[in-house]
């Protein structure tokens, strides 16, 4: 980072301003691990979600599918038409293994070619992060703040093969999955709790001679969403087929994300999702933040380091070595 | 509980001495919500598992299946051979369903006739509790108590269709999975999870026409486990058939418990496990007091009251809102 940090003050008016440069500082504040970087990105979210000035509502997408289905073409095509209609999109990214791949998704704009020099979207690589969870509270803050520079559509893309799409799902109001021509989907390697998630699913590659093969699969999740329970909210699953490639079937796919939206703004379950969905963040920042304090103290670990050895000799009860460790923490309050 | 509680010396010496009723008495300190039973239930275990009078080791082995598989009457025909045979066995459960279904396992002890007034043998229903983690952490210390009363074959029964088979298995030296004659274990109703933790599958009513569909079920089974990885400590699954009706098969599999007790001395995978469990429970322990010493905490209430309301509303972030309400909590500590 930079020595010129912006102030408070200037973060605030430069991101409600769509000022792009200030927008990815804070980010980098968010992604950042010194405590002070950290406790200043709270302060600007505080301040922009706490003004009369709050960002106009917006539409969270999730986008998923098995490596090889598109999803850059697909998140590009899909921007490109959207930003042509007069809306700014954000792309943002999970994907845990960034770290250790150098980025498998969005690390590598070239991918998004058009959309990377598109002046109404932002696209932000995966935060790095030793944890799934250090990921998604990254990328889950990161929405605040691009909402705030008045992207109102966010696209989170992740990989599709493990628990990133249920991190994803957490901090999204429609869930996307592509689909390769074809195959079911365990031959296309996707968990069936990943199917059950989605609300609108798209069978990518429709195009040539892959036609008949891509309304196979279309017949199949079609069938396969009949057989699942009723989804929250009334929505009933669609299945699509698209060319990402060829932009074809993209304007379908606006259109049923736009229908779902309308439903669930109708029936109540978009506020309520949004709720339940920040309550979940609620906790999870408040385990993980107690997680931290106590392992982090000098005296828990010296403590835990003495009771450990006698719990796993088996002369001293997991329970008591546990309120042992516990007094320790505790001891200058009066609990 | 009576008022006449033990001393802290009456209920070491009572327990040491195997004395059933301070045994009974100390068992209840464990499952009570009284904070001064349970530090007395803690200083009892402490000091049993502290002095040079440690009990020797035992054997502890979960025992589970779907319902209708005969538990109970395997359960009682395994442990009336084991007290024949000079052990002492305590038959413990884990049924966090036992508080509303008013105990399905072990709670009705005539279930286990023989064995319910048998001096070598000591049952205890499943502990009731809103939780499974809290039925699990009483079972846990039960069998410290258990164990320092001098019954060296400790049996955890559990029901056999959820969560509380990871419990048991995460307590035990050994996993016994009982099966039917005949059908699969998707008919069966047993989760796949549960099949690949067992050491020891017994297919149970093993008698007069049933015995065909039981060598089925057998052969089906032994096929399943060849297909499973290799186990932890070399050991590969074993298959048997049984009736503990008729008592056929019992000593059979007794003798199978004994070799893979054996290999697992050897292989040093015993203690190692005994380690690894021993750790597990340290870090549950710690998890469970710090969720308790923070939710439990009157200021923590009331601060996490007052902002959930705007984190609902969306205007505040989850992230700050948790930061304010930790704040609360670790103020008073240089931390």
Redesign the interface.
Request: charged fraction near 20%.
């Given at each position: 980072m930079r020595r010129s940090l912006p102030t408070l003050e200037e973060f605030v008016q430069g991101i409600r301003a769509g000022n792009r440069v200030v927008l990815g500082k804070a980010i980098t504040l968010v992604e950042s691990a010194r405590p002070e970087h950290r406790a200043l990105a709270?302060e600007v979210?505080?301040r922009l979600?706490?003004t009369d000035a709050?960002p106009a509502e917006s539409l969270r997408i999730a986008v998923t599918g098995a490596p090889g289905v598109g999803k850059s073409t697909f998140i590009e095509a899909l921007g490109m038409y959207l930003t042509g209609h007069g809306q700014r999109v954000a792309v943002l990214a999970i994907d845990p293994t960034s770290a250790l791949s150098k980025g498998s998704i969005l690390g590598d704009k070239t991918r998004m070619e058009r959309l990377s020099v598109n002046e109404q979207a932002f696209i932000r690589p995966s935060p790095s992060g030793e944890s799934l969870g250090g990921v998604a509270?990254k990328t889950?803050?990161t929405i605040?703040l691009a909402e705030a520079a008045g992207y109102n559509t966010v696209i989170i893309e992740t990989v599709g093969v493990g628990q990133s799409e249920i991190a994803a799902h957490s901090m999204t109001d429609v869930f996307l999955l592509l689909l390769l021509p074809g195959a079911g989907d365990e031959l296309q390697g996707i968990k069936r709790g990943i199917v059950e998630m989605a609300d609108i699913l798209a069978v990518n590659k429709a195009d040539g001679d892959r036609v008949k093969l891509a309304n196979q699969a279309r017949a199949y999740y079609l069938n396969a969403t009949h057989l699942l329970p009723p989804r929250p909210g009334g929505w009933t699953p669609r299945v699509l087929t698209c060319s990402a490639e060829q932009g074809a079937g993209i304007e379908d796919i606006w259109k049923t994300i736009g229908e779902y939206h309308t439903q669930a703004l109708a029936s109540g379950f978009f506020h309520e999702n949004?709720?339940q969905q920040?309550?979940y963040?609620?906790q999870?920042?408040?385990q993980?933040?107690?997680?931290e304090?106590?392992f982090?103290?000098p005296d828990v670990k010296e403590k835990l380091a003495s009771?450990?050895q006698k719990?796993?000799a088996?002369?001293?009860?997991?329970?008591?070595?546990?309120?042992l460790?516990?007094e320790v923490?505790?001891k200058?309050?009066n609990?």
């Open positions: 709270q979210i505080g979600l706490a709050r509270r889950r803050e605040l949004r709720r920040a309550y963040w609620l999870e920042a408040l993980n933040g107690l997680q304090a106590f982090g103290h009771v450990e719990v796993l088996g002369t001293l009860s997991p329970f008591a070595a546990a309120e460790v516990l923490f505790l200058s309050r609990i």
